[in-house]
Nanobody, 123 residues
Framework: QVKLVESGGGLMQTGESLRLACVAS????????IGWWREAPGKEREAVAC????????YYKDSVKGRFTISKNVAKNTAYLQMNNLRPEDTAIYFC????????????????WGQGTQVTVSS
């Protein structure tokens, strides 16, 4: 059974950094791609970053390029989202996801979600 558990959220100031972690179970990170999504108040969920299973190809939403970095530690079966230079518009619940495919395809549609971790950035 696929399970994803996020941690690391918090209340931050503009410009600060934060690292989210996602511990996966029921599969290994060298089989399935991992994506980070977020849901801001009053907005739809959106994809933020994704890392493929085999060659670590990464995808980023334009607004986070250069500030966020997705990575993974296969030995720990844990994915990370390093978020630097945080902005108030980054405020959201962040979810770890997988679509149980090995690549970050354009039609990535998560089939499993973690419970989410809240990130709040004040100005």
């Amino acid at each position: 059974q696929v399970k994803l558990v996020e941690s690391g959220g918090g209340l931050m100031q503009t410009g600060e950094s934060l690292r989210l972690a996602c511990v996966a179970s029921g599969f290994t990170l060298n089989y399935f791609a991992i994506g980070w999504w977020r849901e801001a108040p009053g907005k739809e969920r959106e994809a933020v970053a994704c890392i493929s299973a085999n060659d670590n190809t990464m995808y980023y939403k334009d607004s986070v390029k250069g500030r966020f970095t997705i990575s993974k530690n296969v030995a720990k079966n844990t994915a990370y989202l390093q978020m630097n230079n945080l902005r108030p518009e980054d405020t959201a619940i962040y979810f770890c996801t997988t679509d149980q495919q090995d690549t970050c395809a354009s039609d990535y549609d998560p089939t499993s979600w973690g419970q989410g971790t809240q990130v709040t950035v004040s100005s």
